[in-house]
T-cell receptor, first 112, second 105 residues
Framework: GAVVSQHPSWVICKSGTSVKIECRSLDFQATTMFWYRQFPKQSLMLMATSNEGSKATYEQGVEKDKFLINHASLTLSTLTVTSAHPEDSSFYIC????????FGPGTRLTVL | GIQVEQSPPDLILQEGANSTLRCNFSDSVNNLQWFHQNPWGQLINLFYIPSGTKQNGRLSATTVATERYSLLYISSSQTTDSGVYFCAVRVRMRFGAGTRLTVKP
């Protein structure tokens, strides 16, 4: 099956700093990628759709100025959490479609 | 938006037992997948099954799209089957709350 990677796999940062998470499709191209967030013991919630060559579309309630998404190429989407606060601590997962949806391994963000 | 409900929320089995997990959805879908989330958080693709029946080893799945439900069958369960099972529908995926399966030796 298709492979999606994420980097880093975990990150710890101080409150007020920004963190960038990369999502790559390793063996296929993806004009669209998706970003999800999962809090402990909860399900995955879609945050935004990343579109290559155009602006991302955000789900209701997700702050676009806080979660900056850039789809730089057909194999790379980045999510930047700006001015991170402890409530942004979560597990961030990306996905990309290749027939069916494939998910990256996730990035665990802890904001101190 | 579409609602996705999974049952049961928790399931405890003895190794070797069989189980059935259910996923109900409130509107028509052309995409439905089952995933197993391992202890490290990775979502493992189990089935892409918008309709019909598929089998893969001890696992099988059936989706009856007209009645808006899907079933995941696990036979002869093993301790390594433990974890959370999610169904998700649509391209902008809506996930159910998951079924937390614990298989005891």
């Amino acid at each position: 099956g298709a492979v999606v990677s994420q980097h880093p796999s975990w990150v710890i940062c101080k409150s007020g700093t920004s963190v960038k998470i990369e999502c790559r499709s390793l063996d296929f191209q993806a004009t669209t990628m998706f970003w999800y967030r999962q809090f402990p013991k909860q399900s995955l919630m879609l945050m935004a759709t990343s579109n290559e060559g155009s602006k991302a579309t955000y789900e209701q309630g997700v702050e676009k100025d806080k979660f900056l998404i850039n789809h730089a190429s057909l194999t790379l989407s980045t999510l930047t959490v700006t001015s991170a606060h402890p409530e942004d601590s979560s597990f961030y997962i990306c996905s990309a479609p290749a027939g069916q949806m494939y998910f990256g391994p996730g990035t665990r963000l802890t904001v101190l | 938006g579409i609602q996705v409900e999974q049952s049961p929320p928790d399931l405890i089995l003895q190794e070797g037992a069989n189980s059935t997990l259910r996923c109900n959805f409130s509107d028509s879908v052309n995409n439905l997948q089952w995933f197993h989330q391992n202890p490290w958080g990775q979502l493992i693709n189990l089935f892409y099954i918008p309709s019909g029946t598929k089998q893969n080893g001890r696992l099988s799945a059936t989706t009856v799209a007209t009645e808006r439900y899907s079933l995941l069958y696990i036979s002869s369960s093993q301790t390594t089957d433990s974890g959370v099972y999610f169904c998700a529908v649509r391209v902008r995926m809506r996930f159910g709350a998951g079924t937390r399966l614990t298989v005891k030796p």
